[in-house]
């Protein structure tokens, strides 16, 4: 069909017919989170809605399409505790759970907020409100707990071996164990290949 | 019936408890009006701005079950700002100043504060059951009111709440003398548990039927509850994990084998896969399963558990069940009535865990369903056709493909027949939520055959105004209608103004309504309440100059006996 003109017009998203002009009032995806996003400034927002104003947008990024408020028509609670779940799945990347030896409830942390074994150990004393943990993973053999991790290969190791890069891309949970329940768990032995 | 004493007639009534045939029978004559607003028992308002609480006394100054509910739908989904409204204050205050012997509050989308529910406690003697869905407002030292003071509770119910958790001891406020509970739900609390006092509380709650914990209270705890209280009817799991610690796993067994009146099972926030075989044993029994927020748990292992499930009714799951899981389902569950399957990634990512084969499998397989929710990536017109031959029963039908505007995957066709063909067969439809590339035609459909249709959610379809009239003028018993982001403008909203009496409530975002044609339809109805939400601008809309082109971004309307409501925020306008 030949479209003289804007050529512009050949790209543009349609829902209707070929022909039926009233379509170009149709808001664009791409168009409608520039306004959920709250611009006050977004000319297509205020009375006509051009042709040139959504070909524009369609001409951006699709990932885009994941911000519209309120899409997909899940409720917050629901997205709330999801958001979390979607997170662990993701090794090395994002939260991990860690657990504590004599509290009751487990706790999840974003490994990939710390920037290494110290920012880790203050991470920790202030997930549980317990000032050992740091010294635990510095000072190895002077305190009354151990920080483990389970890796990729579901083996329990020693935090602090491997360098944080390797630490971080193999950690799939944390546990901070009392040293004396340590003696029989069944660690990898410092010094061992990863 | 004019020569029989009102007592007898009275008693006759006392039948009839569905609030629609109350209605109706109240509208026969001048003697049953009275007797009926006398009698009444349950009252419902589907919202909470069409009434006030003192023309509720007036009406009925007897009644002991208030159900109340606030914001609109698509609150649920954060269209509606913070602060729009639904506070129940006003109506506690009202029914405390009163005689009206309140045993039973329900609450939904509402705003609840902790002085409301230390009111509450405090002013209604008899006060017996609380139910609160989708609330905010309010902190556990307003459950701590509730326990305190509320002496023959038998219900506490928190269904999805945003709860500020104190993390205090409102467990520990149940008196010891109390023993009546007979639910308790606090699965939506965040913080920490006072596990001694909930073991104390359920040991001495011989009439505990339905118990749904949070994530705070782990394994071992959930196996001593479980052995407390082996009557439960109705138990929600809270963190099911298992820190390599298999003799809890043993005790929950055992305890789990000793109940056998449960027949729900829901939770699994955090869910150890290994134990949930410690359920097998009671899965012939149950009746309803919510395994919708186990994201851990994998398809394979949610199978195991649901090949035992050959009497459930109600499955709620995520779509990591996959196109096979839901064969499984088909082939297993012949009671099925409801089925919801929600999203595991929500941003869309193209896991494509469910398709058009899984929701045929499930209407091939269970002739008695009748309410389906299906969040799928992918979606085709054979597949709907299909499902509408296999059941022609269904009461409620939501269908959401992720991608908005997305055609039937294999022909490229929006999806207008498949939907057609589902309200065409389904005559019995009340509920519809459509989704992917639609036109106008799916309107027209939904015009001429959805006769008994209620409530029905429309997002990022249609083309004109005709689609709007279509279902307007043709869906007599329209009651809740909710649209976003569609053509849909003036000419349609204008078209009936009359249609509005008949309905609860209309919702239009992000469509093409102007500022104008609301403005003329508020003048056209000044029964109706016509609210523009406007949360960019704190400032009133015509203090800016806006003119009546001006495309409203949010607008919701809703009759009303009481006129413009006074708790309204700034960024709402009523006109």
């Given at each position: 069909m030949e479209k003289g003109g804007l050529e512009l017009e050949i790209t543009e998203l349609r829902l209707g017919l070929p022909g039926t002009e009233?379509?170009?009032?149709?808001?664009?995806?791409?168009?409608?989170?520039?306004?959920?996003?709250g611009s006050n400034s977004n000319q297509c927002e205020s009375g006509v809605v051009s042709s040139g104003c959504d070909v524009e947008k369609a001409n951006e990024s699709p990932v885009a399409k994941s911000q519209v408020?309120?899409?997909?028509?899940?409720?917050?609670?629901?997205?709330?505790?999801?958001?979390?779940?979607?997170?662990?799945?993701?090794?090395?990347?994002?939260?991990?759970?860690?657990?504590?030896?004599?509290?009751?409830?487990?706790?999840?942390?974003?490994?990939?907020?710390?920037?290494?074994?110290?920012?880790?150990?203050?991470?920790?004393?202030?997930?549980?409100?317990?000032?050992?943990?740091?010294?635990?993973?510095?000072?190895?053999?002077?305190?009354?707990?151990?920080?483990?991790y389970e890796d990729k290969d579901g083996d329990w190791m020693l935090a602090?071996?491997?360098?944080?890069?390797?630490?971080?891309?193999?950690?799939?949970?944390?546990?901070?164990?009392?040293?004396?329940?340590?003696?029989g768990f069944g660690l990898q032995p410092r010094g061992v290949d990863e | 019936m004019n020569y029989f004493p009102d007592e007898v007639v009275e008693h006759v009534f006392d039948f009839v408890t569905s609030h629609k045939d109350r209605n109706s029978i109240s509208l026969v004559c001048k003697s049953w009006f009275k007797i009926e607003r006398y009698s009444r028992q349950n009252v419902f308002i589907g919202n909470c701005?069409?009434?006030?609480?003192?023309?509720?006394?007036?009406?009925?100054?007897?009644?002991?079950?208030?159900?109340?509910?606030?914001?609109?739908?698509?609150?649920?989904?954060?269209?509606?700002?913070?602060?729009?409204?639904?506070?129940?204050?006003?109506?506690?205050e009202a029914l405390a100043r009163s005689r009206v012997g309140l045993e039973e509050l329900r609450l939904k989308r509402m705003v609840v504060t902790d002085e409301s529910l230390e009111l509450l406690s405090r002013s209604f003697v008899n006060f017996k059951s609380l139910v609160l869905v989708s609330c905010e407002g309010f902190s556990t030292d307003g459950l701590a009111s509730i326990a305190s003071n509320c002496r023959h509770l038998r219900d506490l119910d928190l269904q999805e709440n945003e709860i500020d958790d104190h993390r205090g001891q409102w467990l520990s406020c149940f008196p010891e003398a109390y023993t009546s509970l007979v639910t308790l739900n606090f699965a939506c609390l965040e913080g920490e548990t006072n596990l001694v006092a909930l073991e104390r509380l359920v040991a001495r709650s011989p009439n505990l039927r339905s118990l749904k914990l949070n994530r705070a209270v782990p394994l071992d705890a959930l196996a001593r509850l479980m052995a407390c209280a082996p009557q439960i009817v109705d138990l929600g799991v809270g963190s099911y994990e298992d820190e390599q610690d298999s003799e809890s796993c043993l005790k929950l067994q055992a305890a789990i084998r000793k109940c056998t009146s449960l027949r729900s099972l829901s939770g699994f926030l955090e869910a150890a896969p290994h134990c949930l075989s410690a359920f097998h044993p009671v899965c012939h029994n149950l009746t309803y399963l919510n395994l919708s927020y186990a994201a851990e748990i994998n398809g394979s292992h949610l199978i195991r558990l649901i090949e035992h499930c050959k009497k459930l009714q109600r499955l709620w799951i995520l779509d990591s069940i996959?196109?096979?899981?839901?064969?499984?389902?088909?082939?297993?569950?012949?009671?099925?009535?409801?089925?919801?399957?929600?999203?595991?990634?929500?941003?869309?990512?193209?896991?494509?865990?469910?398709?058009?084969?899984?929701?045929?499998?499930?209407s091939a397989g269970c002739p008695k369903l009748h309410s389906i929710l299906y969040f799928c990536q992918q979606m085709t017109n054979a597949a709907l056709i299909t499902v509408a031959k296999n059941c022609p029963n269904f009461i409620r039908f939501r269908l959401c493909i992720l991608e908005p505007h997305k055609p039937d995957h294999v022909t490229s066709q929006p999806l207008d027949e498949g939907f057609g063909a589902i309200v065409q067969a389904c005559k019995n439809l009340k509920r519809l939520s459509v989704s992917g590339l639609l036109t106008d035609q799916v309107f027209l459909y939904i015009g001429m055959f959805a006769t008994q249709l209620e409530m029905l959610s429309i997002a990022f379809a249609g083309d004109t105004d005709k689609g709007m009239l279509y279902v307007l003028n043709g869906c007599k018993k329209m009651r809740k209608l909710e649209i976003r982001d569609s053509p849909f403008g003036d000419t349609a909203l204008l078209a009936d103004v009359n249609k509005y009496?008949?309905?609860?409530?209309?919702?239009?975002?992000?469509?093409?309504?102007?500022?104008?044609?609301?403005?003329?339809?508020?003048q056209k109805a000044p029964w109706l309440n016509v609210e523009i939400i406007n949360e960019n601008d704190n400032n009133r809309m015509e203090e800016n100059g806006y003119e009546g082109r001006q495309k409203v971004d949010k607008m919701y309307l809703y009759r009303t006996v009481v006129g413009t409501r006074v708790d309204a925020p700034p960024f709402v306008w009523i006109l």
């Open positions: 009233k379509m170009m009032k149709k808001r664009g995806f791409t168009e409608m989170i520039m306004t959920s996003s408020v309120g899409w997909p028509p899940v409720c917050s609670y629901r997205r709330k505790n999801s958001c979390k779940e979607v997170s662990t799945t993701r090794v090395g990347l994002g939260y991990v759970k860690v657990s504590m030896d004599g509290v009751p409830y487990l706790r999840k942390m974003d490994l990939g907020s710390s920037q290494g074994y110290d920012d880790l150990a203050f991470a920790l004393d202030k997930l549980f409100g317990f000032h050992g943990i740091g010294v635990a993973l510095k000072d190895g053999d002077n305190c009354e707990y151990v920080t483990i602090g071996d491997v360098p944080w890069g390797m630490f971080i891309e193999s950690c799939k949970r944390l546990r901070i164990m009392k040293r004396s329940d340590a003696a | 701005y069409s009434i006030n609480p003192e023309r509720l006394l007036r009406r009925f100054p007897c009644f002991k079950s208030l159900t109340l509910k606030g914001k609109p739908h698509f609150a649920d989904f954060n269209l509606v700002p913070h602060g729009w409204g639904g506070f129940v204050q006003p109506w506690i996959g196109d096979k899981g839901l064969e499984v389902v088909a082939s297993t569950c012949k009671e099925l009535q409801e089925l919801r399957v929600f999203p595991t990634d929500l941003q869309g990512g193209g896991n494509t865990a469910v398709t058009e084969d899984g929701l045929v499998a499930i009496v008949t309905m609860r409530s209309l919702w239009m975002s992000s469509c093409e309504v102007t500022l104008g044609g609301c403005k003329r339809l508020a």
